[in-house]
Each structure stands twice: as structure tokens, then as C-alpha cells.
């Protein structure tokens, strides 16, 4: 049995939404199809298809929120890899039991209408990895 279904999307932090929506809608042959604020993560989200996956460009709300800190530190880039999951809170269960380190106990509510966790990156090869389960 599959654990981590498939690459639901990939993160990328952005310094300026705009700027970035019309790089990638130019890159993906495709503008975005959705913007939606996360308020208790500080961030704007704009959604792109790409066949089966999506991209999720990011920009904070905050000087001191979690992307902002990652431009700071890294510049603007990819940000953290998303695996969909049958059910977050077994996954969770489950690398935690495989000695990973988990950035939130219970799941929380993320863009896009997903239940979601982080992995942290120092117990995962220095990527962050986003747990989402789909909202039914
Ligand atoms: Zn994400």
C-alpha cells in the first residue's frame, strides 16, 4: 500500500504575488485559477494547474511570517513539496512512529480546501514536506 499518493503540489515562495503570477502564468501556458488568503499561516496563495499537479505560489502577509523568513534566509524559490494522503491523521501516526518531526500535532486547515500537516525539513533530508488530505 502507497502511502504519500502522489505530488499534490509544490510551494514556492514569492516576494511579490503579481510579478510571480505573471512569470509562471508564462512559464505554465496557463494563469493562475485561484488566489485565497491563509490567515493563521500569514500567507496569499495563487493556484496553477499543470496536468495532475498544481503549483502554489506564495507571498506573506507578515514581515515575521514563516515565508518571508524563508525569502530572508534562502531568496525566492521553491518552498516545500505536498503528497496527498488517503487519511492525514494515520500518515501523521505513522512518521511520527518512523521518527520524523512534525511541525503541528493535530492537522490544520490549509488553502485550497486540504487538511494539512508539515514535516520538518531537518528530519526529512532539508525538505519541507506538507501532508494534505482533501476536505470531504
Ligand atoms: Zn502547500
Known amino acids: ?4 499518493l502522489r505530488i499534490e503540489h509544490i510551494g514556492i515562495a514569492v516576494k511579490e504575488l503579481g510579478a510571480a503570477e505573471a512569470l509562471y502564468a508564462k512559464l505554465l501556458g496557463s494563469p493562475p485559477y ?3 488568503a491563509v490567515e493563521s499561516e500569514g500567507v ?5 494547474k499543470a496536468g495532475p499537479n498544481k503549483i502554489e505560489l506564495l507571498e506573506s502577509t507578515r514581515p515575521d511570517g514563516p515565508i518571508a523568513r524563508a525569502i530572508e534566509k534562502r531568496g525566492e524559490g521553491i518552498h516545500h513539496i505536498a503528497f496527498e494522503v488517503a487519511d492525514i491523521r494515520v500518515e501523521m501516526a505513522r ?9 503541528n500535532e493535530e492537522p490544520k486547515r490549509g488553502a485550497d480546501n486540504k487538511l494539512v500537516c508539515f514535516v520538518h525539513p531537518k528530519s526529512a533530508g532539508g525538505v ?4 494534505c488530505q482533501e476536505i470531504a
Open 34 to 36: 485561484k488566489r485565497e
Open 44 to 48: 496569499i496563495t495563487s493556484f496553477f
Open 95 to 103: 512518521l511520527k512512529a518512523e521518527g520524523f518531526t512534525l511541525l
Open 128 to 131: 519541507l514536506v506538507e501532508l
Open 1 to 4: 500500500m502507497e502511502h504519500l
